[in-house]
């Protein structure tokens, strides 16, 4: 069981950035970042092999959103720039030791899920 301890959520205008941490206590091979915007469903931001280092990253947040993962200290990253009021959800991060599917911005290829952080971005 691999648990997933989220930080860094908070309220930002239009135009600005902010960092999300997500530390998991095991073994993972992959690692995402998802959102849920209010009344909507989950949806796949950013995503990442962790023993490769390949990315992958919804076509809304690419250039924006960059997703990383320090081997050291087992934690994932989301550093958001130029942040857009659509940003607006509730972030989760997720991870699988191993993949139940070959999409990594599919929610169901995630086994272990963080408890959730609210990014709230205004105009």
């Known amino acids: 069981q691999v648990q997933l301890v989220e930080s860094g959520g908070g309220s930002v205008q239009a135009g600005g950035s902010l960092t999300l941490s997500c530390a998991a206590s095991?073994?993972?091979?992959?690692m995402g970042w998802f959102r849920q915007p209010p009344g909507k469903e989950r949806e796949g931001v950013a995503a990442?092999?962790?023993?490769?280092?390949?990315?992958y990253y919804a076509g809304s947040v690419k250039g924006r959103f960059t997703i990383s993962h320090d081997n050291a200290k087992n934690t994932l990253y989301l550093k958001m720039n130029s942040l857009k009021p659509d940003d607006t959800a509730v972030y989760y991060c997720?991870?699988?030791?191993?993949?139940?599917?070959?999409?990594?911005?599919?929610?169901?290829?995630?086994?272990?899920w963080g408890q959730g952080t609210q990014v709230t971005v205004s105009s």
């Open positions: 997720a991870a699988t030791e191993r993949p139940s599917s070959s999409d990594y911005l599919d929610k169901s290829r995630y086994k272990y």
């Open positions: 095991g073994y993972t091979s992959s």
């Open positions: 990442i092999w962790v023993l490769g280092g390949l990315t």
